[in-house]
């Protein structure tokens, strides 16, 4: 009888697509998560064991016990739950390195959507310096913002989430082969898009997996003035511009090839 039960339920599960969202900080992930999943799953799924989210707080904590890089914490959670069976949806804020997605893609859909890298800096700035809580905050203005490892480590997202490298670093100092990587990496990806041009994705979307995806806006950044004022400031945004631009040749990649099948 418990077998029975057993596979009727992983027969269930097998009419599901498996899918990783890779939500990429400041762009658009929680009003995207939400959608992917609900234009997916039934909602009875999401309170089982089989959906998940990568624990932040839980790979807080170990990092600092076992003191191992905080994202190489949450890739193991990421690689343990694409290895688990009967596991049909995963989200969080975790890289999907090139190793990662070529030993899982044939078995899962990896999806992601990107942002304009300057716009992600600057609302990823924004957040953390306007936030309440006191997790990742910033109190430098953005001139002196500009010249830290967190800036550093901000310019260099796209890089660090999907190239081969992942210190910023590293990336920096192989700038080439960080773009080159990410790239091939990111062609593995079953869905992929950018937030400036979403009706894409979504048509994109709809045609792989036979569904009417809807997307709601949620956890919008605080401070809008004082992110304008970053705006209209020239010499900053040339700044940025500058930083940026191992991830703006990504996203401009991937900008292409979703604008070239539509």
Known sequence: MRQRIKRKIENVLDSYPKVFFCHVPKCGGVSLSDAIYESLYPKILKASRFTSN????????ASEI?????????????????????????????????????????????????????????????????????????????????????????????ARFFSKFSAPEEILAHKDEAIDSAIENIENFASVGVLEHLDSWKKQFNNKFGVNIKVSSKNTTPNNEQAQEIYN???????????????????????DKNLSVN
Request: charged residues 25%; glycine residues 2%; proline residues 2%.
């Open 54 to 61: 990568i624990d932040l707080k839980g790979s807080r904590v």
């Open 66 to 158: 076992l003191n191992l890089d905080m994202m190489t914490v949450r890739e193991a959670q990421l690689v343990n739950y694409l290895n688990s069976k009967g596991q049909v949806f995963v989200t969080g804020h975790c890289r999907a390195r090139p190793e990662v997605t070529s030993n899982f893609a044939n078995k899962w859909n990896f999806i992601t959507v990107l942002r304009k890298p300057e716009k992600r800096f600057v609302s990823e700035y924004i957040y953390n310096r306007y936030k309440s809580s006191s997790w990742l905050k910033n109190d430098s203005d953005i001139l002196e913002y500009l010249d830290t490892e967190k800036a550093k480590s901000s310019c260099t997202t796209y």
């Open 233 to 255: 400031n020239n010499a900053v945004m040339d700044r940025i511009h500058e930083l940026t631009e191992i991830d703006r040749t990504i996203y401009e990649a991937v900008l």
